[in-house]
Antibody, heavy 117, light 108 residues
Framework: QVQLQESGPGLVKPSETLSLSCTVS????????WSWIRQAPGRGLEWIGY???????NYNPSLKSRVTISVDTSKNQFSLKLRSVTAGDTAVYYC???????????WGQGTLVTVSS | SYVLTQPPSVSVAPGQTARLTCGGNNIGSKSVNWYQQKPGQAPVLVVY???DRPSGIPERFSGSNSGNTATLTISRVEAGDEADYYC???????????FGPGTNVAVL
């Protein structure tokens, strides 16, 4: 059974960088597309982007200038960095497994990141 | 970028059929995925590629897609089907995944 687990700080200061990792178990990260998706409190889902095991990426154009998603195949992990955060970036962040067309079949449980001083 | 529209809420009595729509310009030419999200939980894929079901998803969940509207149909609705439902497509013009705003299904 594939499992994904997010990890990282739950509180980030404005203007700083949000950094999260996702550890994949039950499957090799050397296949599929590995996504980050977020959900602001009381709001809908927003696709952030994904990384392929080769390192190729696709990002939401509205976040592209601030986002980096990377993969570490040796650790079976992938990561999200979101720079220059504001209160508007407060959300539950999900890591997920999917395909090139962003269809997601496995999700992490999600982690709440609050941006506040 | 590509925009998807969904009604904010749908109410349905137990045992009846719920039809959730997802609108988009020529969405019939795209593959649509549907996710169910219960409060405090991660979403779950219930229909993919317009009308396929992942293993473990009841046959009561079905999908269709044509023209400017995709539809998720939940037959014989149960109390446990109360959730938010999101449609999702791939926008090839901007190379990004796009979610609809979601529909809350209330079982009366």
């Amino acid at each position: 059974q594939v499992q994904l687990q997010e990890s990282g700080p739950g509180l980030v200061k404005p203007s700083e960088t949000l950094s999260l990792s996702c550890t994949v178990s039950g499957d090799s990260i050397s296949s599929y597309y590995w996504s980050w998706i977020r959900q602001a409190p009381g709001r809908g889902l927003e696709w952030i982007g994904y990384v392929y095991y080769s390192g190729s990426t696709n990002y939401n154009p509205s976040l592209k200038s601030r986002v980096t998603i990377s993969v570490d195949t040796s650790k079976n992990q992938f990561s999200l960095k979101l720079r220059s955060v504001t209160a508007g970036d407060t959300a539950v962040y999900y890591c997920a497994r999917g395909d090139y067309y962003a269809k997601v079949d496995y999700w992490g449980q999600g982690t709440l990141v609050t941006v506040s001083s | 970028s590509y925009v998807l529209t969904q009604p904010p809420s749908v109410s349905v009595a137990p045992g009846q059929t719920a039809r959730l729509t997802c609108g988009g310009n020529n969405i019939g030419s795209k593959s649509v995925n549907w996710y169910q999200q219960k409060p405090g939980q991660a979403p779950v894929l219930v229909v993919y590629d317009d009308s396929d079901r992942p293993s473990g998803i009841p046959e009561r969940f079905s999908g269709s897609n044509s023209g400017n509207t995709a539809t998720l149909t939940i037959s014989r609705v149960e109390a446990g089907d109360e959730a938010d439902y999101y449609c999702q497509v791939w926008d090839s013009s901007s190379d990004q995944g796009v979610f609809g705003p979601g529909t809350n299904v209330a079982v009366l």
